[in-house]
């Protein structure tokens, strides 16, 4: 329930605010944080050129 909140928020602090919607296009990925819900499919995340996808665990 946090993460719609949260989503709520940023819509309310974007919405006809064209610097704060500027700030947020220009953020980029930084690193992709281990979870073990994924290790348990059997994949995880990566990181490449900005993009994340799933690959099997080695």
């Known amino acids: 329930m946090l993460r719609e909140w ?8 974007c919405e006809g ?10 953020l980029s990925p930084q690193e ?5 819900d994924l290790a348990k499919m ?4 990566v990181l490449n050129d900005n993009k ?3 690959q099997p665990l080695p």
Do not use: D, K, S
Request: net charge positive; glycine share 4%; aromatic share 4%.
């Open 6 to 13: 949260a989503l709520v928020a940023l819509r309310h602090v």
């Open 17 to 26: 605010n064209e610097p704060n919607q500027a700030y947020i296009r220009a």
């Open 32 to 36: 992709v944080v281990p979870r073990v």
């Open 42 to 45: 059997g994949v995880h995340a």
């Open 52 to 54: 994340m996808t799933l």
